[in-house]
């Protein structure tokens, strides 16, 4: 849609607060560690910045396991703190959007603790089903290993839970679960915030009676939790109730999804979102089973990247806003994953953020990776945080797949949420000047290297290069609402597009590869290219039949 809009215009920056500035020595990030570098986004030039929980919560899931939606974990500060931090980002006129997670709640919300023992008026605020303490109700497994379904002694009934067995999911079907999301939501943005990012939403409708799934499905029962009968309905009813009432932006977590159905989900004609996060390309480098499959994994196919991004830019066209992410809290570093974090480090690490902010749809970047933070090494279970890598290491213990932590270690150390978790990178003092105490998870070895004052010091740097790809971004329309135009599909060194706004045009040349590779592509003019920004010394004046260095990457005016 050529439409304008704030949120389509926006560069926006995700922050982890437990891993992100810790401002008491306790070891955790928290709210005023946030506050003291406001400046920092600032000079980096980011417009929205996507805050994951800071609720109440035990943590079981680093507080997507929420204990009370409307009050502040208190490792992370109190709601005067949150209240500094939104006037800070506004007087800089950076926008906060938060993370609203309603698929499920803690054990210990309210909700849930009324609900276990039958309270009036909350006996079917999660999803209870009748059994033995033997046989749960169905075979669906839990996204984070075992059975979805745990059996509650209080209530003599199972409960399902799709993550962790701390995270009961609510039922939608029970409209004062949706009125008091409603309520919720709209609690928060008359604080004055500027939208949400809606956690793994589109998992809210299960299909009706709760079938049993295919067995042969890498996540048994699948075909029933995703993209549910009253999805469309429950998102729009939140939007014609709430969010319509505010210059709020969503963007939708929504794993199996293809553009048709978020097609179906976004904009005023749909439910009503405005973006969603979808997963497709994250499976690229998965094996057929899913990213826990120790069959086929680390196996990147650019023309097979190419193609599912392509898909996704050019059949939303018209139809819906695009979103555009590599790296998030819950994936492995961006330059290990997509890159070469070791010999070119530097040119990779560009490379991928010039992809970000060229693409179309807004672009979400994602703390550390302004600098190139890296995977750490995994060396045993013990050193794995994330409960989402130990439920599947388990899940592959139990069922014999592996028989021990050794057979399953590369694939942890490919896709494991921990890389992505350790410390920020701030400086090469001690514990990378994230805390001055022990900090909760340890911090990446490479940081006397790899620290966002080294790279404010060096011009050529990852974080300077960054940051005038994000002022670009803002000065040129064309990468905002430009038409987007894959050249060379099945070339296995370059992803090459343009990108065409009435008379403005741009062409994109990525070699990401680690070879040397000529670029020659008919379908383009170049006669008259200019370069507008290049991630190397000398980039090629004129692209057509020129030699391209590893992972170089040039943007030219056409
Ligand atoms: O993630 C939802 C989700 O689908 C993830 O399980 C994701 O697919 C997986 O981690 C990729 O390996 C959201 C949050 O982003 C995540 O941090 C939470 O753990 C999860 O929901 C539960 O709230």
Redesign the pocket.
């Known amino acids: 849609s050529s439409r304008t809009a704030w949120w389509k215009e926006a560069v926006v920056y995700e922050i982890y607060p437990r891993s992100f500035n810790d401002s008491d020595g306790d070891g955790i990030g928290d709210i005023p560690g946030i506050v003291e570098k406001v400046d920092y986004l600032d000079a980096l030039g980011v417009d929205v910045v996507w805050l994951c929980p800071v609720y109440e919560s035990p943590d079981y ?1 680093n507080g ?1 396991d929420i204990a009370d939606y409307r009050a502040i974990h208190g490792a992370f500060g109190t709601m005067a703190d949150w209240e500094e931090l939104l006037a800070e980002l506004h007087d800089r006129d950076i926008r906060l959007i938060m993370d609203l ?1 309603v ?2 709640t803690s054990t210990q919300h309210e909700w849930f603790r009324k609900s276990r023992r039958r309270a009036e008026g909350y006996e079917d605020y999660y999803i209870w089903r009748d059994g033995t303490p033997e046989n749960p109700p169905n075979n669906w497994e839990s ?1 984070f290993g075992g059975s979805a379904w745990s059996y509650d002694d209080a209530r003599g009934q199972w409960y399902l839970h799709l ?1 962790h067995e701390e ?1 009961p999911d609510l039922n939608w079907r029970t409209p004062a679960v949706r009125e008091d999301v409603a309520e919720m939501m709209r609690w928060w943005l008359e604080k004055g915030i500027d939208g949400f990012r809606m ?2 939403v589109n998992l809210i409708s299960k299909a009706e009676g709760l079938p049993d799934g295919d067995p042969e499905n890498g996540l048994v029962g699948e075909e029933h939790v995703f993209n549910g009968p009253n999805l469309r309905t429950y998102l729009r009813e939140l939007y014609d109730g709430v969010l319509s009432e505010y210059d709020a932006m969503t963007v939708a ?1 929504m ?1 199996n999804t293809d553009p048709d159905r978020a097609a179906d989900y976004l904009g005023e004609d749909g439910a009503g979102l405005n973006m969603i996060f979808q ?1 497709e390309h ?1 499976d690229v480098d998965a094996g057929p089973g899913g ?1 826990w499959d120790l069959d086929g994994w680390g196996e990147f196919h650019l023309p097979e990247f190419k193609r599912v991004v392509s898909r996704w830019q050019t059949e939303l066209r018209g139809r819906g806003w695009n979103s555009t992410y590599l790296g ?4 492995a570093r961006i330059v290990s994953r997509y890159g070469d974090d070791e010999e070119y480090h530097r040119e990779s690490a560009t490379l991928l953020a010039t992809f970000l902010l060229t693409m179309g749809g807004t672009p979400y970047l994602y703390q550390g990776d302004e600098i190139g933070m890296t995977n750490v090494e995994l060396n045993s279970i013990e050193e794995i945080d994330d ?2 890598t130990v439920g599947a290491v388990e899940d592959m213990l139990e069922s014999g797949e592996i028989d021990s932590f050794e057979e399953a270690r590369g694939l942890v150390n490919y ?1 494991s ?1 921990d890389h992505a978790r350790t410390p920020m990178q701030w400086s090469d003092d001690e514990h990378a000047g994230f805390t001055d105490g022990e900090p909760w998870y340890p911090v990446n070895e490479n940081y006397s290297d790899v620290n966002v004052a080294a790279q404010r010091a060096d011009e050529d740097s990852v974080w300077h290069y960054y940051r005038r790809l994000v002022d670009l971004r803002h000065e040129e329309r064309v990468f905002v609402y430009g038409e987007y135009d894959l050249l060379l599909p099945d070339d296995e060194s370059f992803y090459a597009y343009t990108r065409t706004l009435d008379e403005e045009a741009v062409l994109v040349v990525l070699n990401w590869s680690g070879r040397e590779s000529v670029f020659d592509c008919a379908a383009v003019d170049t006669a008259d290219a200019t370069v507008l920004v290049g991630n190397s010394a000398d980039p090629p004046a004129d692209p057509q039949g020129a030699r391209f260095g590893p992972y170089e990457a040039v943007v030219y005016r056409l």
């Open positions: 899931d997507y997670v698929n499920h996204i993550f995270q956690d793994a977590e794993p997963f994250m990213v998030n809290h819950d994936q409960v989402e896709t949420r």
